[in-house]
């Protein structure tokens, strides 16, 4: 299968005063095939959304972006805002975390499913218009679609709400589908909801989909290949099914710090030390503060990528599983 997402060196940066800034994500590497399924996992603060919004340049003000992300050969960081309406959307479908707050509250369901598509489709035929809608609530699981689509969303579940910017994330047909913590502010048993009707969609619509998630085990319900970013690094891209699979101390450490619900688990570890500051431009490893097995080496210099297994690492001392 060919890439459809190829991203080289991908550096950002976030100005926050006249001489400080945030280095959110460091020379990402990454290249992602038509149809894969891929999670990107990692605690708060590490870059996880910095890497979503980069790929359709949809980067705040104060951002500055270096490197390469090319979406089917095309290079997205060269493109001017016109030419981004064409991969927002169309190209790729974006789910975030708050559908609360994606969705406008003054607008019906209708009325923003129904906006995407009269702009970007140019189809003004109000019973066209309808159809499209509401078969793309019944595609995301919507049982009464009629209510739903006539409803405003205060009126629905978290829930409801997320199916429904599910809806509006696919209504442009886009290759693929980016969801930023989709199920973070669901409670379990809706959680694990969403993530069943991901799996249906990216069979039936052929999707490469990017899960973003802090949450290692959900990654592990929906997606085969892990990539963990620590402190605007990926630190191990590859496949990840258990903790024997871990090749670098922070995926281990994440296996370890966050309970499975299904072993019942109720103790968990913490990961010693403190996450890193993101005003450093690491010359060393920046998991080494905070690494059980960190040597004098880890704690002077920038360790490369190397292939573990079927993984890639950025570890001096990669474990053996
Ligand atoms: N507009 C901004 N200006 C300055 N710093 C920012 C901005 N947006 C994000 N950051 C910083 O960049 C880093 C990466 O942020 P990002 O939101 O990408 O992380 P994340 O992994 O998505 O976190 P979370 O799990 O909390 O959503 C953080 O240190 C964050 O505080
Ligand atoms: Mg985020």
């Known amino acids: 299968m060919r890439n459809i997402i190829e991203i080289k060196d991908l550096c950002v940066n976030y100005k926050i005063s006249s001489n400080e800034k945030i280095y959110a994500l460091k020379n990402i590497n990454l290249n992602i095939k038509k149809g894969e399924t891929v999670a990107v996992v990692g605690e708060s603060g590490c870059g996880k959304s910095t890497l979503a919004v980069s790929m359709i340049k949809l980067l705040p003000e104060n951002a500055e972006i270096f490197g390469s992300i090319k979406i089917d050969n095309e290079e997205i960081l060269d493109k001017n805002n016109q030419q981004l309406l064409d991969i927002r959307g169309k190209?790729?479908?974006?789910?975030?975390?708050?559908?609360?707050?994606?969705?406008?509250?003054v607008f019906s369901i209708k009325e923003q499913i129904e906006e995407t598509i009269k702009i970007r489709e140019k189809i003004s035929n109000k019973d066209v218009l309808k159809n499209i809608g509401l078969n793309l609530l019944k595609e995301v699981g919507i049982k009464d679609e009629?209510?739903?689509y006539e409803s405003y969303p205060h009126q629905l579940s978290g829930g409801l709400q997320q199916r429904v910017m599910i809806a509006i994330a696919l209504s442009l047909s886009p290759e693929i589908l980016v969801a930023d913590e989709p199920t973070t502010s669901l409670d379990v048993t809706v959680q694990a909801q969403i993530i069943e009707l991901l799996k249906k969609l990216k069979i039936k619509?052929?999707?490469?989909?990017?899960?973003?998630?802090?949450?290692?085990h959900l990654a592990l319900e929906l997606c085969e290949r892990i990539v963990v970013i620590y402190a605007g690094e990926i630190v191990e891209d590859g496949f990840i099914r258990?903790?024997?699979d871990a090749h670098h101390p922070y995926t281990k450490a994440l296996f370890e710090i966050i309970p499975d619900i299904k072993k019942k688990i109720k103790k968990f570890k913490v990961i010693k030390g403190e996450f890193p500051d993101m005003k450093e431009n690491f010359k060393n490893c920046s998991f080494s503060g905070r690494c059980e097995f960190s040597k004098a080496k880890c704690r002077r210099y920038q360790p490369?990528?190397?292939?573990v297994g079927k993984n890639y690492v950025k570890c001096f001392y990669p474990l053996k599983g």
Do not use: C, W, Y
């Open 205 to 216: 619509r052929n999707l490469t989909t990017i899960l973003i998630t802090h949450d290692l």
């Open 304 to 307: 490369e990528v190397v292939r």
């Open 91 to 105: 190209k790729i479908g974006m789910i975030f975390q708050e559908p609360g707050a994606s969705l406008n509250p």
């Open 146 to 148: 009629k209510r739903v």
């Open 242 to 244: 258990s903790a024997k």
